[in-house]
Each structure stands twice: as structure tokens, then as C-alpha cells.
């Protein structure tokens, strides 16, 4: 089978009767013409929970009510689990304002034994109150909290299934450090970097800053495990470095530092094949950042300018380099064990190497997110990507697989 996800409708090949749920796991198992209950998980703990917000926003827009129930439960930004009304509009991004969770009197809990998994909303000092069971999760969540393996392994004990990486993916597809050793150990080109600690630089900070030193400026500070470009900068001089690791550390209190690397910005979006399918692969897309406000594709360019940047698809590169681009991103893929959907992120140099730069195991997610446009682009619309990402998990069991 091909890397492509070509086929009529738009659907992913090898999306035929022939891959659909195994019986027993789909939404036929649970009685005849019901819905399948899908609960959106959206907000979180971490830097990124206004992205999170605008995700949930565009998959409550665009699933298909006809074929879903949708259970919307919003996390605040103290962990405080909420029943959002379902108003989508509400989670969108609207003259830039970021939207929030908040936390309420009352709180959504998984509940249920193996099997029958289900939710209940508590009050203080009343009886809980039933959702009933649910049949997938969507953790619609970016960066620590939600991304990282966490409520990965909090699903995977409550036995409910759910769209996309399993704990260990998660956690490595989350770590700039250890998804960086993932890529290497797989053979995928990984550029210049220096991992550090917390220790390390309360230890030995001028070691940090020779180490640094030898990469060559300019280079990027970035959190190891935040996203969305959320406390990265661009250092043209060693005098700028502390102030950038300062910057870093209010995110996370280990970094990756990266040489930078002339290159175009490509990416390429995966999907899990079914059962022993191998992984598909998206047409790739360049990012271009416009104007000359951002050195880099930075938060503002992603989310809140609406012309700062702009996704060209298919990437205008040669057909070698292109087959090249999808060959590499399946492997990264299968290099950190991830499953459902990730987008891939390399730098194509102008000698023609393709250099990994990260992972993204949840991608933004959005109608106008790069990796529902690429996937669009490749023949699959955005409302028919949901319908697949949700069937992968229903195919797919919890535990150890």
C-alpha cells in the first residue's frame, strides 16, 4: 500500500468495509441506532489551553451529528474537569481574544468499571449525577497535562478507548530532548542541539553557555516540553542568551538548545494506517512566513495575526525530495511508537538534506490548522478526517498493544 491517502470521497485508502471496526468494538456494539459517545477533552493545564480551546472549537463545528453524540468537558487551567453547553463558538479565536475554561460548581470525573466506561458530573454535598458511558475520548489537549502521556495514562486506566498517541508516544512525541534520541536511533537527521537541566544550569552555567557557544548564534532556546512556540526565542548573541533560558525555564525547567538551520520550514501530516497497515502520509507543506514582524514561525504568526504566515501544498519541491519528506515522517512516526495522527516537521536545506526538527503527536486542529490542510490538500476533508480519527480508536484496544 501507498503512502497517499487517495480514494473516492476523499477517504483514506484502506478505509473499505474490510478495515472497519473489528465486532464488538464499534458504535454497533452498543445497541442499535445509537450515537457514538464522544467526549472532547479540551483546555488543560498547560501554556498552550487557549489553543486547545480553539481546536475543540473547530471539531465541535465540523463533526458529524448525525453519526456522534458529542459530550464537550472543558479543563481549567487548575485541573478542574467541566461540562461545556457545546456551543462552539464560545472556544473559538475572536478578534484575538484567547478563550478560557474556567472552573465551576461542578466537577466531571471518570467513572465505571473495565469496559463500561463512563462520566459523572459532582456537587458538593449532593448525589453524583450520571452522563453514562462513553465509547471514545478525544483529547483535544496541547503541551504538559494533556499531550505528554498524562491523561493518556489516566484513560488507559479508566480502560476507555481514545483518538491518538498511547502514553509512551506522547511522552517522547512531547520531549524535544528524548524525541530527538527517538529520531537519531532510527536514522533520521537530527541537527545540532544542547539538552539542559535544570541542575545543570543552576550547577554549572557557564558550562552551559561554552557548550551553547560552540552550536554557533544564532540558535533557539525552546522549552523541551511546550509547544506552539510557546517560550522560544531566537538568540543572535551570547549576551542574550540568559535572558532567553530565563524565558524558557517560566515553561519548563529543562531546554533544548538548537544551532540554527538554513532551510525551508516543511511538514507532513501522518495517519495510522488500519490494522497492520503501515502509516499514510499527507502531500507535504512549507510554511512561509510573511512580512518582516517574525524572525521565526512564532505564536503570533500561528494563531493570532491572520496574514503573518501562510501554508503552501503540496510544498513546491522536487518529486525525489517530496517522497523523500513522506518516507522520513512515517518513520518518525513509527520511531516514538505513535498512533492516529501526528504531523512531522523538517527543514529542507538548499543542498537538498531533509533535517527533522520535531513531532507533534496532537497537532493544531483547526479547519485552517496546517495539519488539516495538508491532509485536505491530499484528499481528505476536515470533516472526514475527524470521522477516520475517531474510527482508528474505536478499532484500537486499551492496555499493552
Avoid at 97 to 118: D, F, I, K, N
Avoid at 168 to 197: E, Q
Amino acid at each position: 500500500m501507498s503512502n497517499t491517502a487517495g480514494s473516492e470521497r476523499g477517504a483514506p485508502e484502506g478505509n473499505g468495509p474490510e478495515n472497519s471496526a473489528p465486532e464488538g468494538t464499534g458504535p454497533e456494539s452498543s445497541g442499535p441506532g445509537r450515537k457514538v459517545r464522544v467526549a472532547l477533552l479540551f483546555g488543560g493545564r498547560s501554556s498552550e489551553h487557549a489553543v486547545s480551546c480553539v481546536t475543540a472549537a473547530g471539531v465541535m463545528n465540523a463533526i458529524d451529528a448525525t453519526k456522534y453524540e458529542v459530550l464537550p468537558i472543558g479543563i481549567s487551567k487548575d485541573g478542574q474537569w467541566v461540562l461545556s453547553d457545546g456551543n462552539w463558538q464560545q472556544w473559538a479565536l475572536n478578534a484575538g481574544e484567547m478563550p478560557e475554561v474556567h472552573a465551576g460548581s461542578e466537577t466531571v470525573s471518570l467513572a465505571g468499571g473495565p469496559g463500561r466506561p463512563g462520566l459523572v458530573v459532582t456537587r458538593p454535598n449532593e448525589v453524583p449525577r450520571e452522563l453514562g458511558e462513553v465509547d471514545v475520548v478525544f483529547p483535544l489537549l496541547h503541551g504538559a497535562f494533556g499531550e505528554d502521556g498524562t491523561v493518556q495514562g489516566l484513560l488507559e486506566l479508566a480502560d476507555v478507548r481514545y483518538v491518538g498517541a498511547g502514553v509512551l508516544a506522547s511522552a517522547v512525541g512531547m520531549d524535544k530532548h528524548f524525541m530527538k534520541v527517538a529520531f537519531a536511533a532510527a536514522g533520521l537527521t537530527v541537527g545540532p542541539y544542547v539538552a539542559v537541566t535544570d541542575k545543570e544550569w543552576r550547577r554549572d552555567p557557564e558550562g552551559v553557555r561554552a557548550a551553547v557557544g560552540r552550536l554557533g548564534f544564532p540558535v533557539f532556546v525552546k522549552p523541551c516540553r511546550a509547544g506552539s512556540s510557546v517560550g522560544i526565542t531566537r538568540v543572535e548573541r551570547p549576551e542574550d542568551l540568559d535572558a532567553a533560558i530565563a524565558e524558557a525555564r517560566r515553561h519548563d525547567l529543562r531546554m533544548v538548545i538548537e544551532a540554527a538551520i538554513t532551510g525551508r520550514e516543511i511538514e507532513c501530516g501522518v495517519l495510522e494506517g488500519h490494522g497492520a497497515e503501515p502509516p499514510r502520509t499527507s502531500l507535504p507543506g512549507e510554511i512561509v512566513v510573511q512580512g518582516d514582524d517574525h524572525t521565526f514561525y512564532d505564536f503570533e504568526a500561528k494563531y493570532v495575526e491572520d496574514n503573518a504566515a501562510a501554508l503552501s501544498c503540496p510544498a513546491d519541491l522536487p518529486e525525489e525530495a517530496i517522497a523523500r519528506v513522506r518516507e522520513q515522517a512515517a518513520l518518525a512516526f513509527d520511531a516514538v511508537s505513535a498512533e492516529g495522527l501526528s504531523r512531522v516537521d523538517f527543514f529542507y536545506t538548499p543542498e537538498g538534506e531533509l533535517v527533522i526538527n520535531e513531532i507533534n503527536t496532537m497537532p493544531g486542529f483547526t479547519p485552517i490548522s496546517m495539519y488539516p490542510q495538508m491532509w485536505a490538500a491530499t484528499g481528505l476533508a476536515y470533516h472526514d478526517l475527524i470521522d477516520e480519527l475517531i474510527q482508528l480508536a474505536l478499532e484500537r484496544p486499551t492496555g499493552l498493544r
